[in-house]
């Protein structure tokens, strides 16, 4: 699925490319807090902190907010999950 549950997308192409149009990289900025991995479990926990303004006419900005994501890891070592908390 992609980055935002309006926009579904698969593959990894098109998911880069719809997450590269929700914000103005020119005005947003997303910084890595921390990566944990479990090799036991098979995940990989990444703690982000994200600001910006989106994409759309208005020019709305979103204030800094963190975040957590988890990349389940397969037995090949791709991601074939991630969940997000907010």
């Known amino acids: 699925d992609g980055p935002d549950p309006d926009m579904p997308v698969r593959g990894l192409r098109k998911y880069?490319?719809?997450?590269s149009k929700l914000f103005d990289s020119s005005k947003s900025y997303s910084e890595l807090?921390?990566?944990d991995y479990d090799e036991t479990a098979r995940y990989?926990?990444?703690?982000?902190?994200?600001s910006g303004v989106l994409m759309l006419p208005w020019h709305p900005s979103v204030k800094p907010w963190t975040g957590?994501?988890?990349?389940?890891?397969?037995?090949?070592?791709?991601v074939y999950m991630h969940t997000e908390e907010w």
Do not use: F, P
């Open 16 to 19: 880069l490319d719809a997450a």
């Open 33 to 35: 807090l921390s990566v």
């Open 44 to 50: 990989v926990d990444v703690e982000w902190r994200l």
């Open 68 to 78: 957590k994501t988890r990349y389940h890891i397969d037995n090949e070592g791709l």
